[in-house]
């Protein structure tokens, strides 16, 4: 298909393990964005990446959380001890425009349940 | 930073009504206001956007007001049918301008 890819869909772990979530973007969209969207709430900002450096990491919450985009494609979150507060749906973004002022397709998201 | 509130948290419309979802926010140097929906177990998707530089935009029935001096902007969809039935999220570019900041969520049901 020619969306974002997200895997896996569904991740149930235990609190204190670690997680790693994948985001496949669409072809040729240098932008890549990570949100996080808790039940009932907006998608919250995690990360953005331009290209393979992250270039805002401010919405990341704490040192636990970190994401990498080593060839400019797919990227990885990482979530490190996990705590059951870490339960919500990871959403990846992709766009074509640079910064916050373009479209971002989303995939379906990750659903993380931290037991 | 960026603030964006949105209301109201949830609106129930007849088929064939029109719905009024507002959204404020906090930075006057934002120049960029989208509206995405989002439905069960997907996404959201990008319905209508508006720059800085026109008050209103408009496609088939679904149109975007922008008021810049009160820092507010507003989705006005028309004919509701059953299947706009789904979250609506307003955002706004962060301060950076690297991201963009989501309100709360309206959830919209449509009843036939």
């Known amino acids: 298909g020619a969306g974002v890819s997200q895997t896996p869909s569904n991740k149930v772990t235990e609190k204190g393990k670690y997680v790693e979530l994948r985001c496949d973007p669409i072809?040729?969209?240098?932008?890549l964005y990570w949100y996080r969207q808790s039940l009932g709430q907006g998608p919250e900002f995690l990360i953005y990446?331009?290209?393979?450096?992250?270039?805002?990491d401010s919405g990341l919450p704490n040192d636990r959380f970190f994401a990498v985009r080593p060839e400019g494609s797919v990227s990885t979150l990482k979530i490190q001890r996990t705590e059951r507060g870490d339960s919500a749906v990871y959403l990846c973004?992709?766009?074509?425009?640079?910064?916050?002022?373009?479209?971002?397709?989303f995939g379906e998201g990750s659903r993380l349940t931290v037991l | 930073g960026e603030n964006v509130e949105q209301h109201p948290s949830t609106l129930s419309v007849q088929e064939g009504d029109s719905a009024v979802i507002k959204c404020t926010y906090s930075?006057?140097?934002?120049?960029?206001f989208p509206w995405y929906k989002q439905e069960l177990g997907k996404g959201p998707q990008l319905i209508i956007d508006?720059?800085?530089?026109?008050g209103e935009k408009k496609d088939q029935r679904i149109a975007v007001t922008l008021n810049k001096t009160a820092k507010h902007f507003s989705l006005h969809i028309t004919e509701t049918q059953p299947e706009d039935s789904a979250v609506y999220f307003c955002a706004a570019p962060n301060q950076a301008g690297t991201a963009l900041i989501f309100g709360k969520g309206t959830t919209l049901s449509v009843s036939s």
């Open positions: 930075d006057s140097a934002s120049n960029y």
């Open positions: 072809s040729g969209h240098t932008a």
């Open positions: 973004a992709s766009s074509l425009t640079a910064g916050g002022t373009g479209e971002l397709f």
């Open positions: 508006i720059r800085s530089n026109v």
């Open positions: 990446f331009q290209g393979t450096g992250a270039a805002d």
